[in-house]
């Protein structure tokens, strides 16, 4: 999608979107428009339910004049327009663009008295909340009519000093890049993204200064990394460890490492999982895609950091050659593990790919992310991730960090008697808790056993965010791309001042 600046136009025509504060408060462009289209404004508002409250649009259509579509979005009140909220109302534009079947839109930005932010930042972020929204993962659609696709080619916005906004949205284009490299990662069947067709896709990140390392079987056989090819045992396609390096910050600066879950596909192998909903499975590597996605961002806007990415990439499956219930593996890390259900996989490979990131890359921090666990979906559905943690300081940074972006978390809890569920009769720990009470908590305690001494460790279970079966604000239906910007805020707000 285009995406262009202006400055304000002698006269507004097309399809134009302007502000409407709290209590129905006309902006200027608002009322320069209304005398141009008789009226149509008051008279509009007045016969609808529109306030102007935050994230409210009302488009009038079918004006005599220069504007012919005109959308009036609601800003709310001065105090509430952020930069999340400026995107969001980007995203209420796209979509009502292409529901309209329209290539072409413009937004009046006119200064917001009392916004944090000045015109040209929320002209930025408008523009980058249209562009996220208008994401669609539409490569294996031969059929679609025009109707069916995405109209919207272009957005114009009025701003008084288009410099300043085309400057802070150049710096954002590394998000919509990262971002929109997460979904496709995401998005993709697990007979096309498979582990290796994974590692090479990472492998690209090359090109923007990235060192990208990439461990076979073998090697991982040698570093005794037995619980994470355990998993992939049954699978045709070979499991591979994904090790991305961005050492852009001071020499002395020890690493942040960054771990995701990328099981490409998850049958639950021996265990397997039901027919319904198991396609679901294929986004079972989120953690993976977010990891890749924000190590891509963090070198696309060159992040004065030292940053490690470590993603552990299987394919969980049943076969003759599989991992079988009760089978005891050893880890890297020399625990031993009774594996009482082939579906709790997730922490099998994260426990390697932990242990291999803090033995080589001794890192200061470490946060994992993974779709885990369907147990933090019961607890907190689709709206915030599951944290854990074993600092206050580190969470605290995460959960601002998110809510900045809107990928929201809320701390669980973790503690010496949820870890006493996971001790095993004949080896150090089993992968599951006694029953399925506290199922995310006892995933995250077996986590914790492979966490040493003074790393700040944190874990996100993101089963519930990382696929969005509605869609939202500036996220289409699918893909989220959760925990990309999560990483990338809460790096750029904890390291890089
Ligand atoms: N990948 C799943 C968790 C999941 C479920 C993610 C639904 C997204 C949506 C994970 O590997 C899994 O199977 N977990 C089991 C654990 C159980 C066997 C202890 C679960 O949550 O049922
Ligand atoms: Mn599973
Ligand atoms: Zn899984």
Redo the contacts with the bound molecule.
Sequence with gaps: MKVEFSAFPRAFSGNLAVFVAADKQLSASAQAVDKTVDGAVARGIGASRFSGAKGQSLTLLGQSGGVVRLTLLGVGKARELDARAAEALGGILAADANAAGQKAVAVAVDAVKGSRLTPGQIAARIALGAQLRNYRFDKYKTKDKPEQKHSLEQITIFVAGPAEARRVHERLAPTIDAVFFARDLVSEPANVLYPAEFARRARDLGKLGVKVEILGEAEMKKLGMNTLLGVGQGSERESQLLVMRWMNGPKNQKPVALIGKG?CF?T?GI?L?PAGGME??KW?MGGAGAVTGAMRLLAGRKARVNVVGVCALVENMPDGNAQRPGDVVKSMSGQTVEVI?T????RLILCDAMWYAQEKYKPQAMVELS?????I?VALGHERAGLFSNNTALSNKLRAAGAGIGEKLWRMPLGPKYDKLIDSDIADMKN?GSGRDG?SITAAQFLQRFVQDGVAWAHIDI?GVAWSSKGDSTTPKGATAYGVRLLDAWIAETYER
């Design positions: 099981v998850d639950g265990s999982k679901d499975m079972d259900n579906d709790a996989e997730g779709t885990l666990t369907g147990a979906i599951v199922g089963a």
